[in-house]
């Protein structure tokens, strides 16, 4: 395992109406009160941000937005900027998600845009990279994650990085039971944190934390967990249930 603190994140994708979203929050803010250790986060839907919100007030789980609109305000219908998730109380924002980059048109360059605009709000990005099943099997993996990750970040520096949290969720592993092993995880985040370092320097890639994001389950999160270079989860199914997720939270135990 690594020295750096744990992050285990909840990717509710389109699941939950505000009032189903409040009363699993609530839930999960009961079971993980007693973890120190690992930091939380949970990203509902838009419409339940606000709520879910105040359901989190002084509990110990980050709530996160999972996309924004780089621009600050505007006549762009359907958008939504970082002021206003920080101002629904939002901590964390995930970026580039690969259904968004397979459904919603999202490319490298909109995904630098969006990062820049979350760090310039003082939004954690959580930046979401990753590659197909065609292109693992075709070898590609390094160089796709490699081209994502410098455009992703391109143009900004190691000062701008703070809090920056990276997931690395193969696309072939999203939703279809099928984890990489912890040994393609170990490789894959490997690769990703020395390409940072080659970017950003020694002390940035030490401090980054690279979540594993694929069919994360109770029963695969501690093998993936004592990896040296898997930081935490990005958990899309596993966290929809408040009970099945909290054993996420304590992996350890
Ligand atoms: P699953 O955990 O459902 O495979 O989803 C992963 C994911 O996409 C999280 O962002």
Redesign the pocket.
């Known amino acids: 395992m690594s020295s750096r603190t744990p992050l285990i994140?909840g990717?509710w994708?389109m699941h939950k109406t505000g009032s189903q979203a409040v009363e699993a929050a609530n839930q999960l803010r009961i079971l993980v009160e007693a973890t120190r250790a690992v930091e939380v986060m949970i990203a509902p839907t838009y419409t339940a941000l606000y709520q879910v919100a105040q359901t989190l007030k002084g509990s110990n789980i980050a709530l996160g937005a999972q996309d924004l609109y780089w621009e600050k305000q505007g006549a762009f219908t359907g958008e939504i900027s970082s002021e206003m998730l920080a101002d629904a109380g939002c901590s964390h924002v995930?970026i580039g998600?690969?259904?968004r980059r397979q459904f919603f048109g999202e490319t490298d360059e909109t995904v630098n845009r969006k990062i820049r605009a979350a760090l310039a709000d003082n939004l954690i990005p959580v930046f979401?990279i990753g590659e197909s099943e065609t292109q693992r099997e075709a070898g590609e993996t390094f160089s796709v994650l490699d081209k994502q990750v410098r455009d992703g970040l391109k143009d900004l520096g190691f000062g701008d990085l703070t809090g920056l949290v990276v997931?690395y969720?193969p696309v072939w592993?999203?939703?279809?039971?099928k984890t990489a092993t912890r040994e393609q995880a170990q490789e894959t985040h490997r690769f990703i944190r020395s390409l940072l370092e080659t970017l950003f320097g020694k002390p940035f890639a030490g401090v980054v934390r690279i979540l594993y994001?694929?069919?994360?389950?109770p029963d695969n999160v501690r093998a993936l967990m004592e990896m040296p270079d898997v930081d935490g989860a990005?958990?899309?199914?596993?966290?929809l249930d408040p009970e099945t997720f909290s054993k996420l939270v304590f992996f350890n135990d």
């Open positions: 994140a990717n994708k995930i998600h690969s259904e979401c997931a969720e592993a999203i939703g279809t039971g994001g694929g069919s994360v389950k990005l958990v899309g199914g596993a966290s």
